[in-house]
C-alpha cells in the first residue's frame, strides 16, 4: 500500500524567509508523488510532481522539491515566502491498487508573517 | 474551456434528505474521481470511475452513490443523509496513461444538520 504523511500540521513564516514543508512516503513500487496547494476556499492547484525522471522538481511559484529514495522523502521548499504563499499543502502519492488514484497526506497549514 | 465544474457551491441538507451533486469536466478525461474533505485528514477517495458506463468504490463509499452515465459528468448522490456527511466535497479528473495528474473542481460545501 502507498501512503504519505506530512510531518507538521501547521508552519509559520516569516515573509522573505525560506519555506520547508516535510513529507515522507511509504509505497511498495517506485512512487509517483506530487504536491497540491489548497488556498482558502479555493480547489486544489498541482504545484509539482515527481514520476522517476530527475530528482530535484520544480514547480509553480519558486516552490521545487527533492526526491530522496534513501531517506524515503519528497519535501516542498521554497527559498524566500511571500504573503500570497499563504495555504494548505499537501503531499500525495500515486496509488498503485486498481482505483488508479491518489492518496493525500493529511495536509500542512502554511502561514506566513509580514 | 472550464475544466472541472461542479453544482451546488453549497447546501444545506436536514437529516434523512436526499440530494446529487453534479460534477462536469470539458477535457475528455477518461477518469473522474469523487473525494470528501475533512479538517486534518486531508482527502479520502469516496468513488471513482475509469469510463463511461463504469464506477467502483473508493475508501470511504459508505453513504454515497453514483453514476458516470455520460462521459463528461460524475454524479454522486445521498440517498438519506447523515449528519456524518457534513464535508466539503470535491470533484476531480485525469486523462488516461501514466500522468496521473489529476485536475480539482471548486468544491461543494455540505452541511447536514
Known amino acids: 500500500a502507498q501512503s504519505v504523511t506530512q510531518l507538521d500540521s501547521h508552519v509559520s513564516v516569516s515573509e522573505g524567509t525560506p519555506v520547508l514543508l516535510r513529507c515522507n512516503y511509504s509505497?511498495?513500487?517506485?512512487?509517483?508523488l506530487f504536491w497540491y496547494v489548497q488556498h482558502p476556499n479555493k480547489g486544489l492547484q498541482l504545484l509539482l510532481k515527481?514520476?522517476?525522471?530527475?530528482?530535484l522538481v520544480k514547480g509553480i511559484n519558486g516552490f521545487e522539491a527533492e526526491f530522496k529514495k534513501s531517506e524515503t522523502s519528497f519535501h516542498l521548499t521554497k527559498p524566500s515566502a511571500h504573503m500570497s504563499d499563504a495555504a494548505e499543502y499537501f503531499c500525495?502519492?500515486?496509488?498503485?491498487?486498481?482505483?488508479?488514484?491518489?492518496?493525500f497526506g493529511s495536509g500542512t497549514r502554511l502561514q506566513v508573517q509580514p | 474551456n472550464a475544466g472541472v465544474t461542479q453544482t451546488p457551491k453549497f447546501r444545506v441538507l436536514k437529516t434523512g434528505q436526499s440530494m446529487t451533486l453534479l460534477c462536469a469536466q470539458d477535457?475528455?478525461?477518461?477518469?473522474m474521481y469523487w473525494y470528501r474533505q475533512d479538517p486534518g485528514m486531508g482527502l479520502r477517495l469516496i468513488h471513482y470511475?475509469?469510463?463511461?458506463?463504469?464506477?467502483a468504490k473508493g475508501e470511504v463509499p459508505d453513504g454515497y452513490n453514483v453514476s458516470r452515465l455520460k462521459k463528461q459528468n460524475f454524479l454522486l448522490g445521498l440517498e438519506s443523509a447523515a449528519p456524518s456527511q457534513t464535508s466539503v466535497y470535491f470533484c476531480?479528473?485525469?486523462?488516461?496513461?501514466?500522468?496521473?495528474?489529476?485536475?480539482f473542481g471548486p468544491g461543494t460545501r455540505l452541511t447536514v444538520t
Open positions: 500525495v502519492v500515486r496509488s498503485w491498487s486498481g482505483r488508479r488514484a491518489l492518496t
Open positions: 476531480a479528473s485525469r486523462a488516461a496513461g501514466d500522468s496521473y495528474e489529476q485536475y
Open positions: 470511475s475509469v469510463g463511461e458506463g463504469t464506477t
Open positions: 477535457m475528455n478525461h477518461e477518469y
Open positions: 515527481y514520476t522517476s525522471a530527475a530528482t
Open positions: 509505497s511498495s513500487y517506485s512512487p509517483s
